[in-house]
């Protein structure tokens, strides 16, 4: 019987050792699991939006703000309206969240369920005196575009991630959201098994942090002046879409930005979505003309011309390959100046001025201004055309390239390389935020330093060649009268499955002024219109008319 004791006296041993390790186990390796999970269980724990952070103008004015909304919820427990009440009340929802206020009443396992979000203060205050029991609000403002549609493409939208949150999509929203999204709040209350509030219990709050307000260098006046004139030119020209863009060349200061056609980011779900994306930062199109005066200030920096050189080959077609290249109007100017190749915007002028420069050195400046790379712009979803390599260049494309057909930038690209122009060959970068004001510090994000590209000297005489072309080109008569303006038209065929279509354009326009101490540079482009399919009787006669009002502002 000895050995049964002692094996009944070893089982209990083991037994208690077991009992022993497996409470260890749940006090000292599971404690702080089990503390949280009899928390949890607990307490009742409540999220307090935080205010969406404003952005400005530059005036201080807001382009996108916040306005009171409430979330509208019931507890399908207590929620038992009569037929007269579920009437008035259905009467003041949608159709949709009337439905969901139907199928909300069936979960009577729940005691919280989600009707609608963003209610105006107006219908809240109408539910509230229905007096329902089992029906509440919470906070939830929506987010508020003074200026509508206007800055669209600029500011982007707020809509929902995938837990319901808010969050910022496109433009500065989606660029900037951590920022502007700031820190929720959190209300802590114990609670009874019944998950309600046990009013003398212990409860906590941390209030939300709102998010930080940005403060842009968008000029509301000239941005509302762009808008209008684009709005009023895609009419008078019958254009499909269209663009324009305004920089301060010196720091790359955006002052306005503004593409049509756009849509309402307060009510961004009713659009196509092809419309959310900016065509400035992410739509790829040849630049026809404007883009002769990156070549030509290569070739200026690089020596192999000057502005008096004449053009040998200028006096007719010139054959490549197995293809000729003409004039954009068949007309042939013998021994022509370089500044009259640009006043004349002769192809057959170009395509000299790329042979002079040679392959070589054209990647290398188109390069240099920036192509095929990103601005840096603080907006989301910027993309840019990437540069071929040199190998896959032949003397075709380094002609074509020279007045800007066969090669793809942004019209973002295009604007940033004619500021480096304008700012005595250095390149700045784009930027729209100037300031981000938090709750506790204001901090300035100043201009980045300009890149040098092109010698001052070269700058110089493109700018010349460019007044020159405004002065005594195809648009002479449409510029503004008493202001020195440097500027080149474009008109680019638009390239359709392997081919050319000859019969749609992009008209555009790029200058700055006033061109001794430029304040502004800007591009205007036209797509498909109907008008003509020339720059200098669509984009340009528009970037006067912008022109025209932005002098008034900045004299």
């Keep these: 019987m000895t050995w049964r004791w002692r094996a009944i006296h070893l089982f209990f041993i083991i037994f208690a050792l077991g009992i022993s390790l497996r409470l260890g186990y749940w006090q000292i390796i599971k404690a702080d699991d089990l503390s949280s999970q009899a928390v949890f269980q607990r307490e009742l724990s409540l999220e307090i939006p935080s205010p969406r952070g404003e952005i400005l103008a530059s005036d201080n004015f807001p382009l996108a703000t916040n306005q009171d909304g409430y979330l509208l919820f019931i507890n399908p427990r207590q929620f038992s309206p009569n037929r007269q009440q579920l009437t008035q009340l259905q009467g003041l929802l949608s159709a949709s969240d009337s439905a969901k206020l139907l199928l909300g009443k069936s979960y009577s396992q729940l005691s919280w369920y989600l009707i609608t979000r963003h209610l105006p203060t107006s219908v809240k205050e109408a539910i509230g005196k229905l007096n329902l029991t089992g029906l509440g609000f919470e906070p939830d403002p929506s987010r508020f575009y003074p200026e509508a549609s206007t800055s669209?493409?600029?500011?982007?939208?707020?809509?929902?991630?995938?837990?319901?949150?808010?969050?910022?999509?496109?433009?500065?929203?989606?660029?900037?959201?951590?920022?502007?999204?700031?820190?929720?709040?959190?209300?802590?209350?114990?609670?009874?098994?019944?998950?309600?509030?046990?009013?003398?219990?212990?409860?906590?709050y941390l209030s939300p942090q709102p998010g930080s307000i940005l403060v842009t260098s968008i000029d509301r006046v000239m941005q509302f002046i762009?808008?209008?004139?684009?709005?009023?030119?895609?009419?008078?020209?019958?254009?499909?879409?269209?663009t324009v863009t305004i920089m301060e060349p010196a720091t790359g200061r955006?002052?306005?930005?503004?593409?049509?056609?756009?849509?309402?980011?307060?009510?961004?779900?009713?659009?196509?979505?092809?419309?959310?994306?900016?065509?400035?930062?992410?739509?790829?199109?040849?630049?026809g003309s404007t883009f002769k005066i990156l070549v030509m200030a290569a070739a200026l920096d690089a020596r192999v011309v000057s502005p008096d050189t004449t053009c040998n080959i200028c006096s007719g077609p010139v054959t490549i390959s197995d293809y000729t290249i003409k004039t954009w109007n068949e007309k042939y100017y013998p021994q022509s100046s370089m500044t009259e190749v640009i006043q004349h915007s002769d192809n057959i002028g170009m395509t000299y001025v790329s042979r002079k420069l040679g392959q070589a050195k054209t990647l290398e400046y188109l390069n240099r201004f920036g192509l095929g790379q990103s601005t840096g712009i603080d907006l989301q979803e910027e993309t840019s055309p990437p540069l071929r390599p040199g190998s896959q260049w032949v003397d075709i494309d380094l002609a074509t390239a020279s007045f800007g057909q066969g090669i793809a930038v942004t019209p973002l690209q295009m604007v940033r390389a004619t500021a480096t122009l304008a700012n005595r060959g250095r390149m700045p970068t784009p930027k729209i935020v100037d300031r981000i004001i938090t709750s506790s510090a204001i901090k300035d994000i100043p201009p980045a330093e300009a890149i040098p590209v092109i010698s001052s000297l070269a700058a110089a005489q493109i700018t010349k060649m460019m007044i020159n072309a405004v002065d005594k080109g195809e648009a002479k008569w449409a510029k503004p009268e008493g202001y020195v303006i440097a500027g080149k038209t474009g008109t680019a065929q638009i390239p359709v499955s392997g081919h050319y279509d000859l019969e749609k354009t992009i008209a555009s326009f790029v200058g700055f002024a006033p061109a001794v101490d430029p304040k502004f540079v800007m591009l205007v482009t036209l797509t498909e219109p109907q008008t003509s399919p020339w720059g200098s009787e669509t984009a340009a006669p528009l970037w006067f008319d912008i022109a025209r009002d932005i002098f008034r502002l900045i004299k």
């Design 254 to 287: 955006i002052l306005a930005m503004v593409a049509l056609p756009d849509y309402d980011p307060a009510q961004y779900q009713f659009f196509a979505p092809s419309l959310y994306i900016n065509p400035i930062i992410s739509a790829a199109y040849e630049p």
């Design 152 to 204: 669209a493409h600029l500011l982007g939208f707020v809509g929902l991630d995938e837990s319901g949150r808010s969050k910022g999509y496109f433009g500065l929203e989606g660029f900037y959201n951590r920022q502007l999204t700031g820190k929720p709040g959190k209300l802590v209350q114990e609670k009874d098994a019944l998950d309600r509030p046990i009013l003398i219990g212990d409860q906590s």
């Design 226 to 242: 762009a808008y209008q004139k684009l709005s009023q030119g895609l009419t008078r020209y019958g254009a499909k879409s269209g």
